[in-house]
């Protein structure tokens, strides 16, 4: 919209300054398809929400008390990683426990069949050699 024919708009002008072709870039349909790829593997949308600069304390205490946390973000993912924590460590007890309980019944069975060897004589050809 021009009020005064002849002189273009501040608008226009900057339009016309920053044109990109056509066949050029084009990012919003890319940075959809990067957001939905990581919201599908349970990442969050932007890369810089977790990470070292953002889950590591700020400053630590020269004699090695532990830092309160600096944001609630910060005491949120403490939270949820101790919890994935406990659930692996759950998980692996419960491989470790049938692991164990593995073992023992192919204990049970070679002492079973150990049991019921002596028992058994060679018939036939094998009894005569």
């Known amino acids: ?3 005064m024919p002849g002189v273009a708009s501040s608008a226009s002008l900057l339009t016309a300054a920053f044109r990109v072709p056509s066949a050029g870039l084009r990012t919003s349909s890319c940075l959809a398809n990067i957001c939905w790829y990581r919201l599908r593997r349970g990442l969050p949308p932007n890369g810089n929400e977790r ?3 953002t889950d590591l304390p700020d400053w630590t205490f020269a004699d090695g008390r532990p830092t309160p946390f600096s944001t609630s ?3 949120r993912r403490h939270a949820a990683n101790r919890q994935v924590a406990q659930q692996a460590l759950a998980a692996m007890e419960s491989v470790d426990l049938a692991a164990k309980a593995d073992e023992l019944r192919q204990r049970v069975q070679q002492a ?3 049991r019921l060897r002596p028992g058994l004589r060679p018939k036939g050809d094998a009894m005569l050699a």
């Open 73 to 75: 973000g910060q005491q």
């Open 112 to 114: 079973e069949a150990e």
């Open 1 to 3: 919209l021009n009020c």
């Open 51 to 53: 990470g070292p600069l």
